[in-house]
């Protein structure tokens, strides 16, 4: 794996991740960097901005619960805030927005426990991932949210390599875009780090990436 580079979010010159590039596998893709945004997850100066960003493209959606995955719980929760707050328009004003977490059952599959079904059931949801390669992962919150009786209003990524899902707008704050030459393959047979005979470097999780 080479050095990290340093890249600025487009839509916001505050924002910034760090993209590390290799040949990396993912559940559902091979890519060519491990785009870390710990910074963005965890500082909290960092989160409300991210958070502020994104909820400037949802002043007229319904959202009364956010549905946070991939370790977005922090940024959740103050979108949360913005989303509520009156300078944003009526839509959610003096809402009071739920935050639910799925966890991950057999087979990967989302589920909720009892005790957080009102929060979904006849709600309206907002999805919101660290990262949408493909949508894979976005489909599955969605067809989650569906099965607990929410209706899904909208989607949210850090970064989206994908524009819409479902007639619906992906809205991130990076894309593949942001990357120099970053490219994204659902399996080995299209990775060209795969056809050049170059072995993995990592494998890379919600939680970070493990070195092989």
Do not use: W
């Amino acid at each position: 794996m080479e050095q990290p580079i340093r890249v600025v979010s487009a839509i916001n010159s505050r924002l910034f991740a760090d993209a590390i590039p290799g040949h990396f596998a993912t559940n559902h893709s091979h890519i060519n960097y491990y785009i870390d945004m710990s910074q963005l997850r965890h500082s909290q100066s960092l989160a409300s901005e991210a958070a502020r960003t994104l909820s400037t493209y949802f002043s007229g959606t319904s959202v009364d619960t956010v549905m946070c995955l991939e370790g977005t719980e922090y940024i959740g929760a103050y979108l949360a805030r913005e989303l509520s707050h009156g300078s944003l328009g009526a839509m959610n004003d003096d809402k009071d927005i739920c935050l639910v977490e799925p966890k991950s059952g057999v087979n990967g599959q989302l589920i909720f426990a009892d005790n957080l079904r009102p929060m979904l059931d006849g709600r309206d949801v907002l999805v919101l991932v660290g990262t949408a390669s493909t949508g894979q992962t976005l489909r599955q919150a969605q067809e989650c949210a569906e099965y607990y009786g929410g209706h899904v209003t909208g989607f949210a990524a850090l970064f989206a390599n994908i524009a819409m899902l479902d007639g619906k707008r992906v809205v991130h704050l990076f894309n593949g875009a942001s990357f120099p030459h970053y490219h994204n393959c659902v399996g080995a047979k299209d990775c060209p780090d795969c056809l050049a005979g170059r072995p993995l470097d990592a494998i890379v999780t919600p939680h970070g990436y493990t070195r092989l």
